[in-house]
């Protein structure tokens, strides 16, 4: 798939957001420990998007009812629905000047007598030495996804089944979508939310 960018400027893909708050200390602590000197970009880039897939777990994994938005947040608790784990992992590699955006699929939620959806969101990390984008979706892994680093070729937590209604989205969003966002905002119970409340549009 294609690839479309919101913004043909690439410093758009570093700024910083309430929710991609790298300047807090927490975030500046976090890559301290994470990069050195020595990394390369790819290093870098494959370093974060491994911690925040494998050590900030999913909200729905571990039942865990509390809601993390910001990059902070999510530090603070590590833990987190897609959305706010998406915030962390662009707040770590902007912090770097690695160009990270937002990117969205539209997936089954329950597939029970009445299909539910829900958007998932991930992200799409800009390689310089390739000149090109890649998706990556630290959501966590668990047994049936298996999301992996791959500068060559995408491995994302999940498939799109367009037969079922599903959607993968081209676009790399410079900002995490106000939808996304507002649920987050919106809500203190992150399992009621997950169920019953993710946008199923963008």
Known sequence: M??????AQMEDYLLETPEV?????L????????FQLEHSQLEK???????VRDQILHSLDIQDKRVTCSASDVLQHRSGICYAKSNLLAA???KEGIPTGFCYQRLILFEQSEIQYCIH??????????NRWVRLDARGNKPGIDAQFSPSKEQLAFSVQENKGEVDYPHIY???HPATIDVLRKHNDSLYMYRNALPEYI
């Open 2 to 7: 294609k690839l479309i960018c919101q913004s």
């Open 21 to 25: 708050d790298y300047s807090h200390p």
């Open 27 to 34: 975030v500046v602590e976090t890559a301290k420990k994470l």
């Open 45 to 51: 880039i494959e370093c974060a998007f491994t911690y």
């Open 92 to 94: 770590l590699l902007r």
């Open 121 to 130: 969101a991930l992200n799409a990390v800009y390689l310089a030495e390739a």
């Open 174 to 176: 410079t900002a995490p």
